[in-house]
């Protein structure tokens, strides 16, 4: 996924070259300047192509099975202009901080589950103060996935996905209702007849604040 959202902002554009006297072929290369709060990531799964009728000519939509696969967390920031990676570098630092803490934490003695299921939990901001809805960080955690089942366009199931602030997977079918492990999730990049992901939904990673000032990455 991520090499194809890179590709996405490459392309080339047919132009006149005074240099040569005739159109060229240009190569262009995008960046992004401003990172949404939620990013929308779709495959593009079903496309419009030839192969019906007697002289297989006919025009068909098509669906793409391919294996595409997808992460649990994802970085933005080598995607971004130098001036928005500048602006997003103070809170990736941060982040760094608390996971290089939360890694030494895990040596010692863990918090009883009850006591940290009760607590009160609080986010610092992930957007920039003067940019409401935008992402502060450039990354990302994935929250939500839509599938759908089947090998044809016109048909088949389609089937949620999500996951809560504490990281559990909930698997919406209709209405049956059943929780899912993280690892069922990420099979859901293609290739077969299983349920194959369509669209994802990526929300910023968000860092909590502890009741001693000292903050900690939420799951």
């Known amino acids: ?14 132009k006149h070259s005074a240099s040569l006297g005739r159109n060229a072929q240009y190569s262009k290369s995008s960046l992004i300047d401003r990172l949404p709060a939620y990013l929308i990531v779709q495959y593009m799964r079903f496309f419009v192509g030839k192969g019906g009728g007697a002289d297989r000519q006919e025009m068909l939509a098509k669906k793409v099975l391919k294996d595409v696969k997808f992460t649990m967390k994802l970085d933005m920031f080598d995607l971004c202009t130098p001036e ?31 006591a940290a299921a009760s607590k009160v939990v609080e986010y610092e901001p992930y957007d920039f103060p003067d940019d409401k809805g ?5 990354y990302y955690n994935l929250i ?3 599938t759908h089942q089947g090998r044809s366009s016109s048909s088949g199931h389609y089937v949620g ?3 809560d602030k ?6 919406f079918d209709d209405d049956e209702v059943s929780m899912v492990p993280a690892e069922e999730v990420l099979k859901l990049s293609g290739g077969g007849d299983w349920h194959m992901a369509y669209i994802l939904i990526y929300g910023p990673e968000c860092v909590e604040v502890t009741n001693d000032e000292e903050p900690d990455l939420s799951l």
């Open 134 to 138: 935008s992402n502060n960080s450039g």
């Open 166 to 171: 504490f990281g559990n997977w909930t698997k």
């Open 161 to 163: 996905w999500t996951r």
């Open 144 to 146: 939500g996935v839509l």
């Open 84 to 114: 928005l990676q500048q602006k997003l570098t103070p809170v990736r630092s941060k982040i760094k901080e608390i996971d290089d803490k939360k890694a030494a934490s895990l040596k010692g003695a863990k918090q009883p589950a009850s």
């Open 1 to 14: 996924m991520t090499t194809g959202l890179k590709q996405g902002l490459q392309g080339s554009v047919d």
